[in-house]
Each structure stands twice: as structure tokens, then as C-alpha cells.
């Protein structure tokens, strides 16, 4: 029999960072607190999923100050992009069974 | 903002789990073995996240003996098809995004 999850990405399992991968492809980059607004996660549960996905270099950040004020944006790496891809066309394909 | 994430249901975060439901939303009941066959994993993490679906009610599980040998079957239940619905049309909303 067939392994049913052989394309399913585990850096990809948890629901928020589906969320950060789906925000991050449709935007050249995001910053931290609109991702946290449009995830409504906590600041130490965004900026742990945010950091196993820069591990993974399926996104990088840009640290920079407007004014006086240190903003920090995401963007999605061309890796990243391929690899969720990927993901998605699999997990279509698991659910898609039903 | 709206939460983008505010229809996923944690219960079903992780792929095995995903797996699970999938396979037992197509088949009136599956055994240990098979389940563990079809999803590559091994027995220690099947059964973990068997437990968490039998916690919440989206399975049921049937223990009975074929001739000598324990056969433990598991199924879904109506809650655990309406939830898993309702989680898959919330991730494919969120994907369809891209």
C-alpha cells in the first residue's frame, strides 16, 4: 500500500505556519504585527513558527527602522515558494480522496 | 483584519492526523496495521494520535479477536465527519488564496 503522506511537508504541519506560507505567497513581504493580526497568534507563537521557517530558508527577514521604530518583514525564498507548492498539491490530493 | 486561520481546527494540525481522517472518511472502518501501512508511521505516533481523535470523538474504536489475534478497528462518527468537513473547506479557503 501507498504512503498517503509521502509529499506532506512536516515543516509545514502546523496551521499557522499554513498561514504565514499562504499570507507570504500572495505579498512580496509582510510585517510582523499584520501577521500576527491576520494569524491571531501571540508574539512568542509567530515568532517561533516564523523562525523554523527562516531555518528551513523557505522565507528571510529584513530588519530595518522606519524612524525610530525597528520593523522587522518577511518574505518567501524561491525554496520556500517550490516546497509549499509542493505541500499544497499534496495535501489537495490526500483530502481530495473523500 | 480578519483571522485567517480562525476555521482550522487544532485537532487536526498534524499530517498524520490528516492521514486519519482522510482514510477513515472512505472506508466504513480500518485496522491498526492497515492505518499504519497506509500512513508510514510507527506504531508509538499512530496510536498517540488515535488516542487525541478518540478524545475528541471524531473516531471510534472497536476491539474484538480474529480467531486468537487481538483486531482493533477504528471508524469515524458523525461529529468527526462534520468537523473534518468543515476543517478542509477552511484550508482549502486559505490555500485557494494563492
Redesign the interface.
Known amino acids: ?6 509529499h ?1 511537508n ?1 515543516a509545514f ?4 505556519r ?2 504565514i506560507m ?2 507570504l ?2 505579498n512580496e513581504s509582510i510585517d510582523f504585527s ?1 501577521l500576527k ?5 501571540t508574539d512568542g507563537n509567530l515568532a517561533s513558527h516564523l523562525k523554523s521557517l527562516e531555518k528551513e530558508e523557505y522565507i528571510t527577514i529584513e530588519k530595518q527602522f522606519i524612524g525610530r521604530k525597528p520593523n522587522t518583514k518577511y518574505s518567501i525564498t524561491k525554496l520556500g515558494k517550490l516546497e509549499f507548492t509542493k505541500h ?1 498539491n499534496a ?2 490530493k ?2 481530495r ?2
Chains 1, 2 share one sequence.
Request: hydrophobic share 50%; glycine share 6%.
Open positions: 500500500m501507498k504512503n498517503i503522506l509521502q506532506i512536516k504541519d502546523h496551521r499557522v499554513l498561514g499562504s499570507a505567497m500572495v499584520t493580526e491576520l494569524l491571531g497568534v499544497i495535501l489537495e490526500l483530502i480522496k473523500q
